[in-house]
């Protein structure tokens, strides 16, 4: 055969794939602008990657994060379905809802339960009584318990289940309350529950439980999609009580893994405030298994004998605005003495981020908690990087000792609010995953939080000054240059 015609072969076949991809990355800029509507900031990092790296990397990483054309019109009518539940539950369960928030005694909060129901349609209920947990032996002992005792039904929703011996315990106590007749439903992300044997739960299912994936890839083991995944972590038993927070189901919580001591949250709420958790898993499975339950069903069967109002935020693609980030942002301006935020990853939007140094420079006494060391790298240098312009700002930052890790997502204020739930202060819980917060009014439970926070400082943290930031090695300036600028991908 001719090698001169061979090479004269490839080399037209070389530029034909080269227009292709060229083409292909002029489609995916034009279609992030004009279809997709994605903020300036995210274009401009589109924009910048298809000029500086091989095309064929920039297919792939649109392969992964870019690409929701498809789930547009599907999440269009999710939101829809929400709605018409939602204004459902409020009808025919009218009397668990505080109707009128100028006679619920919030005080100055009672604008950010005006905006939250606004904006959400987070329903205010004040008969709770509510209990805080940050360690993992005790979430989950609190939640298996409440397991083992169910009567009428377990609905659980969780991002991520690990298959370890904790989880193995949470299958055992579902198994055998669905052998007792007790209704179990567990809704998992696929991509978060992706290592889990396909059998995992086999003996739950023929016991009569059933589960079901969100957003489950069409090949298995195999999901190219790691946005818009659901992030809750969400319980109901009974009606009566529920838990939610950030904290997964594996042994890692519990401080058995490779990052040492593990901080991490969860509230369980008693009284009419679980209705709301149990809306939100309900819209959630049956999005995902087709199903057609009713929320009226699954309602408390008594009334709650706890004082503290709450409202329960949730914020996802499905959404047509961001009301996880309008939460966070009203309470950090909202705040005339401290704000504490425990964060995981700190990547926040540019409205966080104002809000934040207003808060500083205003003089409210602004700290945010975070790792000081990575569980994924790219994050945590971008975190860092943000710490940086905070620490300029006034603002005091403490990080998580060497030995140890931070989980928990928790905002608290001014002895008065305190938002617990599973949304990180990063563009992607903000705006991409599915999230909850629960947002919890009441003096006696902002008080434990903000106690639990000043203990994590003075035993488990150190704070970084501005002086030890400006030290930091050449090394790690690039890495947070590098990182950050794909921060606002979202």
């Known amino acids: 055969m001719n090698l001169g015609l061979i090479d004269t072969v490839w080399s037209v076949l070389g530029v034909y794939i080269t227009i292709i991809l060229y083409v292909f990355s002029v489609l995916v800029i034009l279609t992030i602008i004009f279809v997709q509507k994605k903020r300036p900031e995210t274009v401009l990092v589109w924009v910048i990657s298809c000029l500086a790296f091989p095309l064929i990397f920039v297919l792939l990483f649109y392969v992964f994060l870019g690409r929701d054309y498809r789930r547009k019109k599907m999440f269009g009518n999710k939101a829809e379905m929400d709605r018409e539940v939602a204004n459902a539950l409020f009808k025919t369960k009218r009397a668990l809802f505080a109707s009128d928030l100028s006679k619920t005694g919030l005080g100055s909060n009672e604008s950010l339960a005006r905006m939250l129901f606004d904006s959400n349609r987070s329903f205010l209920t004040s008969d709770n009584d509510v209990e805080y947990f940050n360690e993992g032996d005790q979430i989950f002992k609190a939640m298996l318990d409440e397991i083992k005792g169910a009567k009428r039904f377990v609905h659980m929703e969780f991002y991520m289940i690990r298959n370890d011996a904790i989880a193995k315990e949470f299958r055992e106590a579902l198994t055998q309350k669905a052998r007792d007749g007790v209704e179990v439903k567990l809704l998992m992300d696929a991509a978060g529950c992706h290592r889990l044997p396909r059998n995992f739960f086999k003996e739950l299912t023929d016991a009569g439980g059933r589960t079901a994936l969100f957003f489950p890839s069409h090949i298995p083991k195999l999901n190219f999609g790691i946005n818009n995944r659901n992030h809750r972590k969400l319980q109901v038993t009974d009606g009566d009580t529920a838990f939610i927070g950030g904290c997964n189901i594996g042994v890692e919580y519990r401080g058995e893994g490779l990052l040492g001591h593990w901080r991490d949250d969860i509230v369980r709420i008693r009284g009419s405030g679980a209705i709301s958790v149990e809306k939100r898993i309900l819209l959630d499975w049956n999005f995902a298994a087709k199903d057609q339950m009713k929320i009226e069903d699954y309602a408390p069967t008594r009334p709650g004998k ?26 950090i301006t909202t705040a005339k003495e401290y704000v504490y935020i425990q964060t995981p990853y700190f990547v926040p939007s540019e409205a966080v981020t104002a ?37 300029r700002s006034n603002v005091r930052v403490h990080q998580v000792k060497k030995e140890g890790f931070i989980h928990a997502k928790v905002l608290v204020m001014d002895d008065s609010v305190a938002s617990v739930g599973s949304a990180n202060f990063d563009t992607r819980s903000l705006g991409l995953n599915f999230e909850s917060n629960a947002v919890v009014y009441d003096k006696e439970f902002a008080q434990k939080v903000k106690a639990s926070y000043l203990y994590d400082i003075e035993h488990w943290c150190i704070e970084l000054t501005e002086a030890q930031y400006m030290k930091r090695s050449k090394w790690v300036k690039f890495k947070e240059d590098i990182s950050r600028l794909y921060g606002p991908i979202a």
């Open 355 to 391: 809000a934040l140094v207003v808060a500083a420079k205003s003089g409210v006494d602004v700290r945010v908690m975070m790792p000081s060391k990575p569980d994924h790298p790219f994050i945590y240098w971008a975190s860092l990087f943000n710490a940086g312009h905070m620490l």
């Open 306 to 331: 706890g004082k503290a109002s709450l409202q329960i935020i949730s914020g996802g693609p499905d959404k047509k605005f961001r009301p996880i980030e309008e939460q966070y942002v009203k309470m």
